[in-house]
């Protein structure tokens, strides 16, 4: 509030039209009308001191920003390389970062602090960052911003490499259209699979033995001992508790105890439970 008293005097003092005299006159008035009480002055600390709150994690980033910018040139030791040649595929890649890339490789990843780069791929907080209050390019932390924002999308999947046999996409992975309608019969009877070679009567048979077993699942809900009923006549699981007390025949571990387990007793624990398997697998 006080801050609008000093705005409203500097207004007073700059009119031409009053006199001296009667511009004190006004700047008493004001004075007097917007005198702070207590009360003001404790919400005035309340608000400098939220200002300083909001004030801290701008600094936090900036410190943020500066260890990425230290910890840089280890990072490019290790990834400018490989980045250099990843042949990444237009169809799935951002255009925005595809051409922050692209920009990176076809300069041998050899930027300058004062070359144009593109920046389009990072959002405000990072432009704001990236370059000095003089308009220079923070070299080192760009490269670092770039290859984080290349990590990210690698990840989740929306950039994928044609040259790695990891990050391409999923149709990269299955058999061309055209070399599956022509060798279709061939790969079927290969895989022994031509009994399912016709989808819909596949899915249907899948669907019935789906719709049977949820009802002799739902059938046996009342003599199953975990389950209880609710007032309303919900079912409702049994919490597990680690301490209740088991037969030998309720639980049976896949493997030992023991932290280091031998690559024999792997296969012969599993082998023996293959064995016993109701559908005959591994028999």
Not at 126 to 147: A, M, P, W
Not at 215 to 242: C, E, M
Request: proline share 4%; charged share 25%.
């Amino acid at each position: 509030m006080h801050i609008d008293v000093l705005t409203q005097i500097e207004q007073t003092v700059e009119r031409t039209d009053w006199i001296s005299d009667r511009k004190v006159e006004h700047i008493r008035l004001l004075l007097g009308k917007k005198r702070l009480n207590p009360e003001q002055l404790t919400a005035d600390k309340d608000r400098l001191t939220e200002l300083k709150t909001i004030n801290q994690p701008i600094q936090e980033r900036a410190d943020y920003y500066l260890a990425l910018e230290k910890a840089s040139l280890r990072l490019q030791v290790r990834v400018s390389a490989i980045a250099q040649v990843l042949v990444f595929d237009d169809h799935t890649a951002q255009p925005q970062l595809l051409a922050a890339l692209r920009h990176f490789q076809d300069r041998k990843g050899e930027l300058t602090a004062g070359s144009a780069v593109p920046v389009d791929f990072l959002d405000m907080v990072d432009r704001q960052h990236v370059f000095t209050e003089t308009g220079k390019l923070r070299l080192s932390l760009y490269k670092v911003l770039l290859f984080r924002a290349m990590r990210d999308v690698l990840r989740d999947g929306t950039l994928t490499v044609l040259s790695s046999y990891d990050y391409r996409s999923v149709d990269e992975y299955q058999i061309p259209r055209s070399q599956w309608q022509a060798y279709r019969d061939n790969y079927l009877q290969r895989a022994h699979l031509t009994h399912r070679s016709q989808p819909a009567p596949t899915l249907v048979a899948l669907g019935e033995q789906l719709n049977q077993q949820f009802k002799r699942t739902n059938d046996q809900l009342i003599t199953n001992p975990q389950v209880f009923f609710d007032s309303h006549g919900g079912w409702h699981l049994h919490r597990y508790r680690a301490d209740e007390e088991t037969s030998d025949g309720d639980v049976r571990l896949l493997y030992p105890m023991g932290r280091v387990i031998s690559l024999r007793d792997v296969l012969t624990q599993t082998v023996g439970r293959c064995r016993r398997c109701p559908d005959g697998l591994f028999s």
